[in-house]
């Protein structure tokens, strides 16, 4: 009877063994200053990570106007002066998504952390800031690339922590998130139908109504546009310069040329230039 039960039991562990978490890695904030959620069948855990680079803010050329009013906002939210969650949303490769990573090099040393949760795994948003509430640190919760389709109920846990849950964010917790489009849901004319003027006042149908209620939730909109070609050159010249190479008239039009075979001037495609320029410079000298 024992052996019965003893491999039924065995063969019960062997079933749930795969549902179980990971063991947890020990995350001292003290040392750690960024991490990933990781959300599994009982919460999440987190995971403390390197950041990717060393990237700064000053390395991001223009887009001085956005990036002085996230450190601001950063920097009220650190000092435990009010803040606001912050949407930054517009063109692809203009630095909207740099711009978060190089926040955690220039103020890790004022007591920021940041913690980077996958767009899949918002449903445990709420498990995760619960998490944060009692601790002596700051956050900025940082989601990327952020959107979600018509049909999608992912959001619903998102709505719910920035601002609809009774007890709400805690005072240690910011999010920030990008994305490409503005209110985070496609948009389409014939969410516009209901939209009617009355007495000189729009008033939005029940469709648009519902995508603005996500993206109003986030106090600081912050919008990111493609470059002129001053711009895009500028960038360039920067990023060959800190890159070891000189940026002369062949690096100019080269530049030029990259730019129209992209198809975009951008941050992200003045970045490859200098990465693609000096490294074959180096190569052939």
Known sequence: MD?????RLARLLERLEPLLPPESVAIDWHS???ALWERHALGGRLVPVV???ALHLSALVGIDRQKQALVDNTRAFLAGRPANHALLWGARGTGKSSMIRALINDLAAEGLRLIQVDRHDLASLPTLVNRLRDSDYRFVVYCDDLSFESNDDAYKALKSVLDGALTGPPD?????????????MPESSADNQQTHIENGELHHGDAVEEKISLS???GLWLSFYPFNQETYLE???WWVGELGGTFDEDAREAANRHAIARGVRSGRAAWQFAAGWVGRAHTTS
């Open 172 to 184: 240690n917790v910011l999010l920030y998130a990008t994305s490409n489009r503005r209110h985070l």
């Open 32 to 34: 750690d200053v960024a």
């Open 235 to 237: 960038a360039c010249a």
């Open 51 to 53: 950041p990717r680079d």
């Open 216 to 218: 109003d939730r986030f």
């Open 3 to 7: 052996d019965k039960l003893n491999e």
